[in-house]
Each structure stands twice: as C-alpha cells, then as structure tokens.
C-alpha cells in the first residue's frame, strides 16, 4: 500500500532510489515506496536532483514544489510536495 500522508499544505511520501539506471521512470511501488530509477549516479547529490526534477515533471509543478525531507544520503527517501492534490500523487504509482 502506497502511503501518502497530509502534512498542512503538503503531502509526503516514501520514495526508493535506483540510481544508475539506464532511463528516468517511476517503477511501481516497492515494501510501500514509489520506486524510482534515475540515470543519475549517488555523488554530490545528482541523484537528488533528478528525483526532485522527475516527480516535480511527473506531478506539473515547479521544481521548486518537491523537496527531499529525509533519506538525503540513501536509497529510501522522504519526499515533500507541495501543490498537488493526494490523488495526482497516488497516480504516480501507474507510471
């Protein structure tokens, strides 16, 4: 079961990292995370930042509207976004 969970304005849920993939695509859901591949590799926060950019180009919103909350330095993530509804954000689990 994929968890999303309302935080005032916000929502946030569990993301699971695949970096060095060979494309960017949302996977499904892995133990209740949205699993992610991403091209980019772990180093100086690359993976990061195509993981915000992925679900911030997935979701319509600015960049500026997804932002990692904790998990910076691993594979599992806590992910914050701001501006979409709980529904567009369960979406993402149909790829």
């Given at each position: ?13 569990a ?51 997804v ?29």
């Open positions: 079961m994929f968890d999303v969970r309302a935080n005032g304005e916000a929502w946030s849920f993301v699971r990292v695949m970096p060095r993939a060979s494309r960017e695509r949302v996977l499904g859901l892995h133990g209740g995370a949205l699993k992610v591949a991403l091209t980019a590799p772990p180093v100086e926060g690359a993976a990061n930042d195509a993981l915000v950019t992925l679900i911030a180009k997935a979701l319509g919103l600015p960049r500026g509207a932002r990692i909350v904790r998990g910076e330095k691993s594979r599992d993530k806590l992910v914050e976004v701001t501006g979409a509804d709980e529904a567009a954000i369960r979406a993402l689990v149909a790829g």
